[in-house]
């Protein structure tokens, strides 16, 4: 079983590496956002209460992500490992994330940090904006987005890194050959 972390600001590409991820391994995957998202297209009480928060460009509290968490994880018992996507977002939630783990006799194996400068996230989000209709990705929402990132979710970086489970992959230029460095950095372990 191996369980990844894919790491980096909105817009590095977090989800199509992901897809790459679930193809060669056979991985479960975790987008938070999706399932965020999944809830708030079904108007649950969740989905009102998260939406909420990511309308306004803010991080859904910890308490309620790790709950969503637990529960999607029980229903993967079976897997052969999953990709975190947009989780852990802060340094409780890495911890958090650890002791659900351990909980179920696993570890974090690596967590894949996707480096892409800010100018290129934001062409990024306002394109992807305007293909998919996403409400969050406008000019406003996404500085809020990064401001976010860089304030709360960056300081994960270092920890990771003093964990010694963090790679670094440059997020920009062709998608293939990203991939063939993740993969690289994946098949080291």
Request: proline share 2%; glycine share 10%.
């Amino acid at each position: 079983m191996i369980n990844i972390v894919i790491f980096g600001a909105p817009g590095s590409g977090k989800g199509t590496q992901s897809e790459l991820l679930i193809q060669e391994y056979g991985l479960s995957h975790i987008s938070t956002g999706d399932v965020l998202r999944g809830q708030i297209a079904q108007q649950t009480e969740l989905g009102k209460i998260a939406d909420s928060y990511i309308s306004n460009g803010k991080l859904i509290p910890d308490e309620l992500m790790i709950d969503i968490l637990d529960k999607v994880l029980d229903s993967m018992q079976d897997s052969k490992g999953v990709i975190f996507d947009g989780f852990p977002r802060t340094i409780n939630q890495a911890e958090a994330l650890d002791k659900l783990l351990a909980k179920r006799g696993a570890s974090l194996d690596i967590v894949i940090g996707l480096e892409v400068d800010e100018d290129e996230l934001i062409k990024r989000l306002i394109n992807r904006g305007k293909t998919s209709g996403r409400s969050d990705d406008n000019l406003e929402t996404i500085q809020k987005r990064l401001d976010v990132y860089h304030s709360q979710t960056n300081p994960l970086r270092e920890h990771y890194i003093k964990k010694n489970i963090y790679k670094a992959i440059h997020g920009v230029g062709d998608v293939t050959k990203i991939f063939g460095e993740i993969k690289h950095a994946i098949d080291s372990l």
